[in-house]
């Protein structure tokens, strides 16, 4: 049974694949694009600015901070290329 942060943070990963979708992008494409320090990982502020862009909404940090914590398999406060493949699923996968 999902909790109501596991469904939000479903919400927001599905909406982040239509977006995706929407926009021709594959996830390594929109990785690329939200990793604006180019150091091959996704840190607080690149998330939170990178997927309001994406969604075209407004998040909230902590939600962010959520999303973070969930993916990061190696904690060091950072989503990677790997983790933010496994974070978006098979449908994140390139084609």
Known sequence: M???????MAG???????ALKEKGMTADEAFEQLDT????????PELLHGLSSLLGEDLDP?????????????VDHRVDLFEWRAMLGPSGEEE
């Open 62 to 74: 902590s939600k962010v901070s959520r999303i973070i914590t969930s993916s990061d398999v190696d």
């Open 37 to 44: 320090d180019d150091d091959g990982k996704l840190n607080g």
């Open 12 to 18: 927001a990963f599905e909406r982040l694949l239509e």
């Open 2 to 8: 999902l909790n109501d942060m596991d469904w939000d």
